[in-house]
Every structure is written in C-alpha cells, then in structure tokens.
C-alpha cells in the first residue's frame, strides 16, 4: 500500500489520540522526506521549513520537515461543510464538549479570540472555528511542543483574550 493510500485511511480520532502521524499504526515507520516527497499532492516551501499536501475528499494532511529534511510537525485541516464524513470524531466543539462531559474524551479547553482549543493528552491539539457550540472542527494539529509547552503557551493566549 503506498503512503498516501495508508494516510488516507488514518481517522481523526486516531489520529489526534497519537499525537502524530507517526504514531499511527498504518504509517509507523513509512513517513520518510523520500517517500512523503514522491507521494504529495503538493509541496510548498516557506522558508525554514518545506510541506508535504496529501488531499483526501473530507480533509487535507500536511506533513513539514526542516530545511534540512528533519521531521517537525503534522496536522490534518477539515473543510467544515465536510465534517460529516468524520465520525466518530466530534465535528464541533459542542460535540467534544459532550463527549468531555460523558467522559468518552479526555482534554483541556482553551477558549482563544476566534476559536476554541482543546489540548489532548497526546499533546494533539484540536482546533474549532469560534467560541460557540455549532463552531465546527477546522484542524488537528499534532504534537509540537512537549504537552506542557503547549498548555503555558495556549494558558498565555487564553488569559489575553
């Protein structure tokens, strides 16, 4: 199975529990700069660090290495009006509030200026377009920074809004 084909079928819901596209059992091992590279639907260069576009009818994976080819990060972005097609994954942040609630889910919220944040014990985090309870799913981003980074980085933007 070729890498793409192996990304595609990564959910969100695993994937956020994972932290990364690495973790994930149908990529571990496979996410080489070579075979993302001879794969991607596209690739950008911002600079410092160069992006690998992986499209899927729901969503888009992004996966960024270094300058100098060194894995950094991942995330999967979600156009909302296709929300539907990601069970069992919450598709707005009133849904992840309820499955905080009955204890399905484990995360902190972050309520930020234009979205809502949840951190996850992965270190994931999911992002929601809005503060109010139809605000939909709008990006998972995998681990970047170690959890409690995370956390003191989302606490100091939380605490400015």
Same mark, same amino acid.
């Given at each position: 199975?070729?890498?793409?084909?192996?990304?595609?079928?990564?959910?969100?819901?695993?994937?956020?529990?994972?932290?990364?596209?690495?973790?994930?059992?149908?990529?571990?091992?496979?996410?080489?700069?070579?075979?993302?590279?001879?794969?991607?639907?596209?690739?950008?260069?911002?600079?410092?660090?160069?992006?690998?576009?992986?499209?899927?009818?729901?969503?888009?994976?992004?996966?960024?290495?270094?300058?100098?080819?060194?894995?950094?990060?991942?995330?999967?972005?979600?156009?909302?009006?296709?929300?539907?097609?990601?069970?069992?994954?919450?598709?707005?942040?009133?849904?992840?509030? =309820? /499955?905080?609630?009955?204890?399905? #889910?484990? *995360?902190?919220? +972050?309520?930020?200026?234009?979205? !809502?944040?949840?951190? @996850?014990?992965?270190?994931?985090?999911?992002?929601?377009?809005?503060? =109010? /309870?139809?605000?939909?799913?709008? #990006?998972? *981003?995998?681990? +970047?920074?170690?959890?409690?980074? !995370?956390?003191?980085? @989302?606490?100091?933007?939380?605490?400015?809004?």
């Amino acid at each position: 199975m070729d890498i793409k084909a192996r990304i595609g079928r990564i959910d969100a819901g695993t994937y956020a529990e994972a932290g990364t596209l690495a973790e994930c059992a149908e990529t571990a091992g496979r996410l080489t700069f070579d075979a993302l590279q001879a794969e991607a639907d596209e690739s950008w260069n911002g600079g410092s660090t160069l992006t690998f576009t992986f499209d899927y009818p729901a969503h888009v994976v992004n996966v960024s290495f270094s300058s100098e080819g060194r894995y950094l990060f991942d995330s999967m972005v979600f156009e909302p009006e296709a929300a539907s097609d990601l069970p069992p994954f919450p598709r707005t942040s009133g849904e992840m509030d =309820e /499955a905080l609630s009955r204890g399905e #889910r484990s *995360a902190e919220c +972050f309520r930020l200026t234009d979205e !809502t944040v949840y951190l @996850l014990p992965s270190g994931a985090t999911v992002h929601y377009a809005g503060e =109010e /309870a139809q605000a939909p799913l709008v #990006r998972i *981003a995998g681990i +970047f920074l170690d959890v409690e980074k !995370t956390r003191a980085y @989302l606490q100091k933007l939380a605490s400015a809004v």
